[in-house]
Structures are given as C-alpha cells and as structure tokens.
T-cell receptor, first 109, second 113 residues
Framework: KQEVTQIPAALSVPEGENLVLNCSFTDSAIYNLQWFRQDPGKGLTSLLLIQSSQREQTSGRLNASLDKSSGRSTLYIAASQPGDSATYLCAVETDKLIFGTGTRLQVFP | DVKVTQSSRYLVKRTGEKVFLECVQDMDHENMFWYRQDPGLGLRLIYF???????EKGDIPEGYSVSREKKERFSLILESASTNQTSMYLC????????????FGPGTRLTVT
C-alpha cells in the first residue's frame, strides 16, 4: 500500500531563508508527483508536477526534485517571503492521488 | 485557466438531513474527485468518476453517494448527515490526456449539528 510522508510537519523560518521540504513515498511505481499549496480554509493550488520520467521541475523561486528509485522528492523554496506561509502538500499519482499530511510553513518578517 | 467551483463555501446542516454538494469544472475534464480533509488525517478520497454516469468508490465511501449526469458536474450526496461528516470537502478534476495535473475547487466547510 502506497504511503506518503512529509517531514517536517511544521516549519518556522525568518524571511529570506532558503528552505527544503521533504516528501517520501513507499512504492516507486508512480505516474507522477505533485506539490500543492493550501492557504488556511482554502482549496489546493498546484505548484509543480513532475512526471515519473523527469528529475526536476522549476517555477520561479520553487524547484522540485524527484528520485523515484529512493522514493523521495524535495521542494526547494529560495529566498522565502511571508507570502509563502501556507501548508505544502505532496501527492503521488498511481491509480489515484495519494497525499501526504503536509508541512505547515510560516515565514516571519 | 481551469476553474473548479463548488456550490457553497460554508454549510451548516442538521443530523439526518440530506445534503448535496455540487462541483462544476469548465475545462472538459473527464476525471473528477471528491475528497474530505480532516486535521491529522490529510485528504482522503471519497468517490471519483472517470466519465459521465461512471463512479468508483474511493477509500472512505461509507455514508456518501455521488452523481455524474453531465461531464462538467459531479455531485456528492450525504443521504443522512451525521456529526462525523463535519469536515472540509474538496472537489478536484483533471484531464485524462497529458500531464494529469489536478485542479481543486475552493472547498466547502460542512458542519453537521
């Protein structure tokens, strides 16, 4: 059974820091991996999608990597800002999306 | 831009009521999903649909049913609401072609009293 784990569960950093969020999954037979952002009380916004054949994807200050063989993905956020404060979720697609429980990020000025 | 809309942002219902949650997407996506999100449990899949009039059970279908009469609309039905169905409900869709990037609606916060 596929399980997705995110570490840390919560993170608080000062503005300007570069930071890494981790996601691990138990079964490497995935179609893709997605990173989402969720603001409090809101829906999910897709940030990056990495196909199983890809190693990384970049969008602005965000870079996500995928190492399928080891069952790991990282989301790198450069020069963090208070507006980056949110919960970040990763999900792997098999026959459906399986989500981790998220990392709650707070960036303080 | 893909838009997924949900009929209500907040809903308060009484125990035993029949509740309808509606989801509409405007990008001709074949695949639609209903999740519930609870603190400490993350997102859990209730039901999904790969096409009109198709439905498949997810991980936690008990107490729920769904309807997909039109491609753009996927409804979640609570036949007899119970307090343990108080939750945030999220609808999502994606195209069966290409990247499979899932798009989510804003969510419905349902409280059953």
């Amino acid at each position: 059974k596929q399980e997705v784990t995110q570490i840390p569960a919560a993170l608080s950093v000062p503005e300007g820091e570069n930071l890494v969020l981790n996601c691990s999954f138990t079964d490497s037979a995935i179609y893709n991996l997605q990173w989402f952002r969720q603001d409090p009380g809101k829906g999910l916004t897709s940030l990056l999608l990495i196909q199983s054949s890809q190693r990384e994807q970049t969008s602005g200050r965000l870079n996500a990597s995928l190492d399928k063989s080891s069952g790991r993905s990282t989301l790198y956020i450069a020069a963090s800002q208070p507006g980056d404060s949110a919960t970040y979720l990763c999900a792997v697609e098999t026959d459906k999306l399986i989500f981790g429980t998220g990392t709650r990020l707070q960036v303080f000025p | 831009d893909v838009k997924v809309t949900q009929s209500s942002r907040y809903l308060v219902k009484r125990t035993g009521e029949k509740v309808f949650l509606e989801c509409v997407q405007d990008m001709d996506h074949e695949n639609m999903f209903w999740y519930r999100q609870d603190p400490g449990l993350g997102l859990r899949l209730i039901y999904f649909s790969y096409d009109v009039k198709m439905k498949e059970k997810g991980d936690i279908p008990e107490g729920y049913s769904v309807s997909r009469e039109k491609k753009e609309r996927f409804s979640l039905i609570l036949e007899s609401a119970s307090t343990n169905q108080t939750s945030m409900y999220l609808c999502a869709s994606y195209s069966g072609r290409g990247r499979h990037e899932q798009y989510f609606g804003p969510g419905t916060r349902l409280t059953v009293t």
